[in-house]
């Protein structure tokens, strides 16, 4: 049987492969997650949608602002020189090439790097888009934070994206419980597989081919 991670335990390696000096986007949902997870010897800066740069942690119980909250509307607490700002100020930032690395969730990533993440087109969906559009074509590195697998059990990863597309092309790395994909211009490679996954069996799970990248150092550049 295959072996998954938790998911704190895959923040916790998103967190040790973001370079320090970086400017971070976490998007809504368990990408928030890498927050509780950054080095406490590095700097590493972190953006959110709605208008603060440098995010700490998430707070304890006894310390909650409900004041201050990130774009999912969760407490959060600022470090020691963040900075407020209007929402047009943030999205400039997006748009305007200012991030190193945002980390997105995803229903579904091609082998081509295109992401779908905001609608699965069922009828009497909501649509929730936010401002994924804009980290995905603004970020230098987008990582993708996700299962591999949905709950009906198909793979998210897949040759192509059947839901309406959020970017095309635009993802680096793409992070799941199973296994670390790099997008190459050869198509997806493993970098990493958990427990007992081999490329074998991850390419058995998702249907496609799989490069074998496992002896690569993770911080290298991949596209």
Not at 108 to 133: C, F, H, K, R
Not at 136 to 159: C, E, F, H, N, Q
Request: a negative charge.
């Amino acid at each position: 049987m295959s072996t998954r991670i938790s998911r704190d335990d895959l923040a916790r390696r998103i967190a040790a492969d973001i370079p320090e000096g970086s400017y971070v986007n976490l998007g809504i949902g368990a990408p928030t997650l890498v927050a509780n997870f950054l080095p406490v010897d590095q700097e590493i800066i972190l953006h959110t949608e709605n208008g603060l740069l440098g995010m700490g942690s998430a707070p304890d119980a006894a310390h909650v602002d409900p004041d201050l909250i990130n774009a999912g509307k969760q407490p959060v607490t600022a470090l020691p020189g963040a900075a407020y700002f209007h929402h047009a100020d943030s999205f400039g930032m997006m748009r305007g090439g200012h991030l190193d690395v945002c980390v997105l969730g995803a229903f579904q990533v091609s082998e081509t790097g295109d992401l779908a993440n905001w609608s699965t087109g069922a009828p009497g969906a909501i649509p929730a888009v936010g401002g994924a559009m804009d980290l995905a074509i603004g970020a230098k590195s987008v990582y993708v934070m996700t299962d591999l697998l949905a709950k009906d059990g198909s793979s998210k990863l897949v040759a192509s994206c059947t839901y309406p597309l959020t970017g095309v092309g635009c993802v680096s790395r793409i992070y799941t419980d199973h296994g670390i994909f790099d997008v190459t211009a050869d198509g997806l490679a493993v970098r990493e597989a958990f427990g007992e996954n081999t490329v074998a069996s991850l390419a058995e799970l998702t249907g496609l081919v799989l490069a074998d990248a496992t002896g690569a150092d993770l911080t290298e550049g991949n596209r």
